[in-house]
């Protein structure tokens, strides 16, 4: 197959998958959503649509092309997609990615750009950079699990944990939350959680609170009892010097798990994910419901590609 034949068939499938994706976001009034995710081998692309903009991640994959003939396929692939979704070539943001990246990696800035603008989900704005950071600043595939936080948070004390730039945080205000915590290592991203809340008129410093620390140490420090909800979504592997222990999540997470049923009251719910792909659950040492939520919380532009888990962990009790 020539390379012209490639570039015409990744056209026809990209024009299929966002005029259907694309008919479904309008229609469910969202305006950021995936349409490609490696579909094709030969284009091992992922499309985000973030409103007016494009964000594409190339990963790394075996090919036979020379530097010059990379670059070619490239600004091809660039110029099908702006064809295609009508978005123009300087509103398309790339950035390329290796296979072993994990979520902690979010920490590495790529660019000093600073390009920041706004989008909306669920009604609720969001502070989004496509230019200077390996993620985005919100994490798409979580649409749901943050409808499920938001719908569940009414009246309740709810700790976000490793909260990057804090979606979950603004959802459960935006459900009512007496209180929320937001915690994590990085500065720079408590920061723009703060920015977060703020875009949605929640800046009361005693609602809404923001915690600088180790996690794993943070836990132990908290008084038995003291939430309703808590969201955790640690990375897979972290070995940060500002940690003083390694994680490794499908080792230590009943561990960490039981951290978090500890300070979490009678009745209390854990939203617990990991994009560790090969992650099985060690329900018989966690003393708690497991219920397996993974498909419930997959949006519709998610479907069949999902790399994660998420789990509804409740403590006995009222």
């Known amino acids: 197959m020539t390379e012209t034949q490639k570039l015409e068939m990744f056209h026809n499938r990209l024009v299929k998958v966002y005029r259907h994706l694309g008919r479904q976001a309008r229609k469910m009034d969202i305006q950021c959503f995936r349409i490609y995710d490696r579909d094709l081998p030969e284009f091992p692309l992922i499309i985000d649509v973030y409103g ?40 398309i943001f790339l950035k390329q990615r ?78 009512g939350a007496k209180t929320v915590v937001s915690v994590d290592l990085s500065r720079t991203y408590l920061s723009w959680s703060a920015e ?34 808590i969201v955790l979504d640690p990375p897979t592997f972290s070995n940060s010097k500002r940690m003083e222990d390694f994680l490794d999540i499908q080792r230590d997470h009943v561990k960490l798990i039981r951290q978090c049923l500890r300070i979490l009251r009678g009745g209390g719910v854990i939203y617990f994910s990991t994009n560790y792909t090969r992650f099985v659950p060690d329900t018989e040492n966690i003393p708690a419901v497991v219920k397996d939520i993974t498909k419930a919380t997959t949006p519709f532009d998610f479907s069949g590609k999902l790399r994660r888990w998420c789990y509804r962990i409740e403590k006995a009790g009222s």
């Not at 530097?67 to 509103?91: C, D, F, M, R």
């Not at 977060?196 to 600088?212: C, E, I, M, Q, S």
Request: charged share 25%; glycine share 6%.
């Open 98 to 175: 290796k296979r072993k990246e994990h979520r902690q990696d979010q920490y590495q800035k790529t660019g000093e750009a600073m390009e920041f603008f706004t989008v909306k989900e669920g009604g609720l704005s969001f502070k989004i950079n496509l230019s200077d950071y390996l993620d985005t600043g919100l994490f798409l595939d979580h649409r749901v699990t943050r409808g499920m936080v938001r719908e569940a948070s009414s009246g309740k004390d709810v700790l976000n944990l490793f909260c990057y730039t804090a979606s979950f945080s603004v959802y459960a205000a935006a459900g």
């Open 196 to 229: 977060n809340l703020a875009l949605n008129g929640f800046t009361d410093p005693a609602r809404y609170k923001f915690v600088h620390a180790d996690v794993l140490q943070y836990l132990d420090e908290l008084a038995p009892e003291s939430f309703d909800l």
């Open 52 to 91: 007016d903009k494009i964000y594409v991640a190339e990963y790394d994959a075996s090919h036979a092309l020379t530097e010059e003939e990379h670059k070619t396929w490239l600004n091809n692939s660039v110029a099908t997609i702006a064809a295609v979704t009508a978005i123009p070539g300087n509103a």
